[in-house]
């Protein structure tokens, strides 16, 4: 074929195939994990086409390690930039952030204590967080064999392990993420289990015969391992993306009882601010509910509250007190509450005039460009104590001023009046 023919060729399948592209490309750029995956996805395609025709047109033998050492850096850049720039974060040049909290040195601890939660709380984002670490850098597993000369299995699972590290060690530095020798392990550790399946099986035949452009014929149980490995793969695939992609926000929850409540406020617990009780005295068969999305599929897990309340189990989430607000928990709080409005975005601050009291700001509720701050008034010393707010707009460069008299009477009850 003359060099014009096959260059119309060339262009023609690369026009039809850009314009594709390009279409794909508008439809899914709002999301920049996305368009970087398609971007690589339509990258890798192109390559193929280029170092294909290069062999079939002009004889070049050395399309094949052109090809396999071209998709070796595409892969390389895709795992560095999936795991910083293009999982939100931004890449951050100073060098004076680092925190050493963010270092894990303790080899496994943190794995084990994943798939504990797993199967004790039914947490299943560290399922997916360890299956992605296993499998991030499998591909490695074919592509560094036939790059590296006179290959053998140990130099491959020391390229994985060296590109681990040097991963971490990025993710570091440039503050992205924590060092921890765990996800080196695992990303290792996938290399290692899928080895002698791209290099001692009929797949890596299959896989050869695409990528050195081969035509050599194929056995039904090759058919047959290349469908199971695929399906395999995909099911993976579809385990790690699921919860960016396809999961359902959010999750249910439901607080009930299986018995007519006997109206009886029962004592439950107190913390530093408020006293619970229970509205029923018969609280045994007071359940919380949680409904959560694991595949499509949903996963309920419910919890005695009164085992909670107790302290008989401790894996559900701290931050989540759905438990602790309900028509069967009454909540009281154990101090006074002072309730400041500040306006058009001010900055609030207060002095007090003795120790008697002390302010702690417990909520904080915004309306467009007011928001309200709410502090509990916790008394020390019964007496007199002047609470002064200052409020200053810097953009108006004003200030406006509050007074509030607070008196705590011999019992340690606390009344206040605002002071014109």
Not at 279 to 304: R, W
Not at 318 to 339: F, G, H, R, W
Not at 396 to 416: C, G, P
Request: a neutral charge; glycine letters at 4%; hydrophobic letters at 40%.
């Amino acid at each position: 074929m003359e060099k014009s023919l096959l260059f119309t060729k060339i262009t023609k399948y690369w026009l039809i195939f850009t314009i594709i592209y390009i279409l794909m490309c508008v439809f899914i750029i709002s999301s920049n994990i996305y368009f970087l995956l398609f971007n690589i996805l339509g990258v890798c395609i192109a390559t193929y086409f280029k170092y294909y025709f290069a062999f079939k047109e002009n004889k070049d033998k050395t399309s094949s390690s052109k090809l396999l050492k071209t998709y070796l850096i595409i892969f390389l850049i895709l795992v560095f930039l999936s795991t910083t720039t293009f999982r939100g974060h931004h890449l951050s040049l100073s060098f004076k952030n680092w925190n050493l909290s963010n270092v894990n040195v303790i080899p496994l601890q943190g794995t084990f204590e994943d798939i504990k939660a797993f199967f004790t709380g039914a947490d299943y984002t560290n399922l997916t967080l360890i299956l992605g670490n296993i499998f991030l850098l499998v591909p490695l597993a074919y592509l560094y064999p036939r790059n590296i000369k006179n290959n053998k299995f140990y130099k491959t699972i020391l390229a994985c392990f060296l590109t681990s590290f040097s991963l971490e060690i990025f993710q570091f530095v440039f503050n992205v993420g924590a060092f921890d020798i765990d996800d080196i392990i695992l990303n290792t550790t996938g290399p290692v289990l899928f080895y002698p399946l791209f290099n001692k099986s009929s797949i890596s035949k299959i896989m050869d015969n695409i990528f050195y452009f081969k035509k050599e014929k194929l056995a039904k149980k090759d058919w047959l391992a290349l469908a199971i490995t695929i399906i395999f793969f995909l099911g993976i695939f579809y385990i790690l993306i699921y919860d960016y992609w396809f999961k359902k926000p959010g999750y249910g929850v439901d607080v009930y009882k299986e018995t007519p409540c006997i109206n009886s406020k029962t004592f439950a617990f107190e913390d530093e601010f408020y006293k619970y009780y229970y509205a029923c005295s018969n609280n045994d068969d007071l359940y919380i509910e949680y409904t959560q999305d694991f595949l499509g599929f949903d996963v309920k897990t419910k919890y005695k509250i009164v085992d909670l309340i107790s302290g008989k189990v401790n894996n559900i989430n701290s931050k989540d007190e759905a438990y602790l607000n309900n028509e069967y928990i009454i909540k009281e709080s154990k101090y006074s509450s002072l309730e400041i409005k500040t306006l058009n975005n001010e900055e609030i601050n207060f002095n007090l005039s003795n120790a008697n009291i002390k302010l702690d700001n417990y909520k904080t509720i915004g309306y467009n460009d007011d928001t309200y701050y709410y502090y509990f008034i916790i008394p020390n010393n019964a007496g007199i104590t002047n609470a002064n707010f200052i409020l200053t707009n810097e953009e108006s460069n004003t200030a406006r001023y509050l007074e509030y008299q607070i008196t705590v009477n011999k019992d340690l009850t606390v009344e206040y009046q605002e002071i014109n």
